[in-house]
């Protein structure tokens, strides 16, 4: 069972920048998918980025250029840099990592954007 610890959320105005990362307990496939889900209130869980060795990673269009997702193998962590952040940003941001066919979802880390 893996365990995804996430850091990094908070309040920040608009036009600021965060970063999140998330850690994992198991070490993470480099061509195993790891990546950032939102929810904001009212509406579905949807992707924010996600990567995985040998492809280029996939961003939302709403994110493009603003976010990049990163990821350390040797640290089993992943990283969501916001830049621009805009308050449509704002929700609940959840680690992802699909390990051999098998998902796993952090606990969630807070992100509210003021206008």
């Known amino acids: 069972q893996v365990q995804l610890v996430e850091s990094g959320g908070g309040l920040v105005p608009a036009g600021g920048s965060l970063t999140l990362s998330c850690t994992a307990s198991e070490t993470i496939f480099s061509s195993n998918p790891m990546g950032w889900y939102r929810q904001a209130p009212g509406k579905q869980r949807e992707l924010v980025a996600r990567i995985r060795s040998g492809r280029d990673p996939d961003y939302r269009d709403s994110v493009m250029g603003r976010f990049t997702v990163s990821r350390d193998n040797a640290k089993n962590t992943v990283y969501l840099e916001m830049n621009r952040l805009k308050p449509e940003d704002t929700g609940v941001y959840y680690c992802?990592?699909?390990?051999?066919?098998?998902?796993?979802w952090g606990q969630g880390t807070q992100v509210t954007v003021s206008s």
């Open positions: 992802y990592v699909r390990n051999w066919g098998t998902e796993y």
